[in-house]
């Protein structure tokens, strides 16, 4: 008689297949997923960034991992292989470097809002992720795409999930959450709902 897997065996194996096929793209784009770029300013008006931006160029995130880790839908769930995979690639994520020349750069970024810490008076704390469902309905990104926001007063009005406008002075700083590891912060950020730029 088969028996259902379990609620954890099932986000354990999610999450390695949607990192593998992450991983895997990422192996394909190579040199082109991280681009050198002009840090912003350190002063002054708030440059846009992107989230690709965050990543370092040439970071590599298969690096240190077995040489058939993005196949990783092979591997069952009671694989004790899959289980070490998980906590090899979460550990790689949750490590992920940062853009030193980012470090105290006056920027502005769009993405969508993770909630951290809410209350009567509205959010006051929260991880600004790059996709819908990061963070929530999905496993955490690596940390150089996730920015813990504090904003400079509390948001009301905001749910999980908007889309965001932030800016402020981007500092490198790893911050561990129930919700995913943090590479940047924003302190004292001034957050705006998502508009299409002005093109």
């Known amino acids: 008689m088969n028996s259902l897997p379990r609620p954890d065996e099932v986000a354990r194996r999610q999450w390695l297949m949607q990192a593998g ?3 895997a793209s990422w192996s394909m784009l190579g040199p082109a997923l991280a681009q050198a770029v002009k840090p912003p300013a350190k002063t002054g008006e708030p440059v846009e960034i992107k989230w690709d931006d965050l990543v370092p160029k040439g ?3 298969m690096k240190g991992l077995p040489a ?3 196949n990783l839908a092979i591997l069952g769930d009671g694989d004790p292989k899959a ?3 998980y906590n090899k690639l979460r550990d790689a994520w949750d490590n992920a470097p940062t853009v030193a020349a980012l470090d105290g ?3 502005k970024l769009p993405g969508y809002l993770v909630p ?3 209350s009567k008076a509205g959010i006051t704390e929260f991880l600004l992720v790059p996709y819908f469902g990061a963070c929530i309905h999905t496993p955490p990104p690596p940390a150089n795409q996730i920015v813990l926001v504090v ?3 509390a ?3 905001y749910r999980s999930m908007d889309t965001v406008w932030v800016r402020g002075t981007l500092r490198a700083a790893r911050n561990p959450s129930p919700m995913g590891t943090s590479a940047y912060r924003l302190e004292a950020a001034v957050v705006d709902r998502y508009t299409t730029p002005v093109k």
């Open 21 to 23: 096929a992450t991983l």
């Open 59 to 61: 970071w590599d995130p």
């Open 68 to 70: 058939n880790a993005g």
């Open 83 to 85: 289980q070490d995979m």
């Open 105 to 107: 750069a006056a920027i």
């Open 116 to 118: 951290l810490d809410e």
């Open 151 to 153: 904003p400079g007063k």
């Open 155 to 157: 948001l009301q009005g």
